[in-house]
């Protein structure tokens, strides 16, 4: 014997319809809005389709199995739901209103027989459930949310050192993960451009804006991994708006001519991150004579976002994320010896002192461009599993491995700052799992404006004598034209 419970639930959203439909279908998103879901997993690739299937792990220890057995874009989906403890078919339905969206919400879920029974002692437990789920759904799709403020109890714990070193572990993740707020803001017409997309945070950032329906620009400097990537990427995520772009972004010839092709294919940059990166030892030089950390770290990203500038102001609501590390907190930037050339040489200070810089860069930024609805932000991923960290420190890699976090937990903050609302709402500041942290720890990393000024200017010598001759020459007539 078995007995039938239906809830039936209507929500109205000031969305448009097809943002409501991308965020609702993409159904492992269930874990941000239904309070009684711990995770959602996608577990079939390609954009949500008939034959998707997820399974929905619940808080209360078992999971249900998702399957789309009818879908009609922007109006309905139907899933049957399969479990230990019931089936169920679960309908949703989209229409159009006159202030945005209705999304009417029908379960007919089947208990076997002890099970109704209890169903039958507890009539209102599947309700409250339901109606829960959906006041979830209306929150996420209402995206009223506020970007938390610099708080005194985290900045303490980074001064602190230990308390703060914690929270880079994937168990700094987990307690952080619990504030979170849903991100439904729809990614469809934008367009991100992502440095060291093939391997690691990069990666799996590029994955989940790719998910998320970005255009997608992939800048890589192996085309044969790069392509690779954009296969993997469109197949898992249905989006075959990814194209690729090649460049070593410690080599500025390529970095100029990188900035060239976007410029000259004119579309605007939406969404900028600047994640290539590498801790290099011994100390090395490239082609151009440029010691490496400092040329893929501080110059490369200084000299593509700065020519890229145009592109992201025609945006005129973009978001640079850069990627920084926690390692800055270590050090101060040096700006006569930008280049590590003095004294004995190590990766991790040159490196620290390159991620230093690039948080410079970031206020400057923030300030410059904030008339031009740019925001520009700073993060740390923690410390993640990446085949970076494997190679470039083996030792604290065996050392810390079960305390790692994964690079989709890595990526998760460039992801929010790249996509949620109300992270467009900050600019100039530096983040570590959707919360903003101090950019130093203690005064003696602290740069003179004197410093920073010739920072800027020795940047900015160094962007104008790497430019190749020809884009040099080309502007010059165009101007004096
Ligand atoms: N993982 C962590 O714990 C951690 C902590 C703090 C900060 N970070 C930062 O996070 C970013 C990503 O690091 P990851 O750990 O994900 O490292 P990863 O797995 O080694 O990935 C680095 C990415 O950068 C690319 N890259 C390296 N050198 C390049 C160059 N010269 N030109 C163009 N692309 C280049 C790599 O391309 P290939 O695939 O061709 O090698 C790869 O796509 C870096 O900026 C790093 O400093 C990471």
Redesign the pocket.
Known sequence: MSNLVTLDETIDVRRPLNEVFAYVSEFSRIDEWDPAVARGHKLTPGAPAVGSEYRIDMKAGFSLHYTIIELEQDKRMLMTVDSKLFTAREEILFSKTKSGTRVRYIAKFDFPAPLAAAHRLYPAAMERVGKSAMAGLQAALEDDFEAPEESRRLALADRLVLPGLWR?TRLGYRESRRRWNPVSAYLGDRHAVI?????????AAARELASLGARLTL????RR?GNAVVRELQSESGNKDIALEI?????MK?VHALADRLLAAGKPVDILVN?????FNPRQQTPEGLE?SFA??LL?PYILTERLQPLLAKSGDARVVN?????MYSQKIHVDDLQSSRGRYSGSVA?ARA?RGLMILTEEWAGRWRKDGITVNAM??????????E??LPGFYRATQHL?RS?EE?ADTIVWLAAASEAGDVSGKFWLDREQHPSHIGRRTRESAAERKQLLATLQDLLASTRPAATRKKRTRKRAA
Do not use: C, E, I
């Open positions: 880079f440095t060291g997309a093939t391997s690691g945070v990069g990666l800048v890589a400097r192996n991994k460049a070593d972004m410690s080599v390529d994640n290539a990166g590498a801790l490496k893929l770290l490369g990627v920084s590390s926690g390692g490196y991620k740390h991923p923690g410390w993640a599993d990446t085949p970076g960290v190679t470039a790692l690079p890595g």
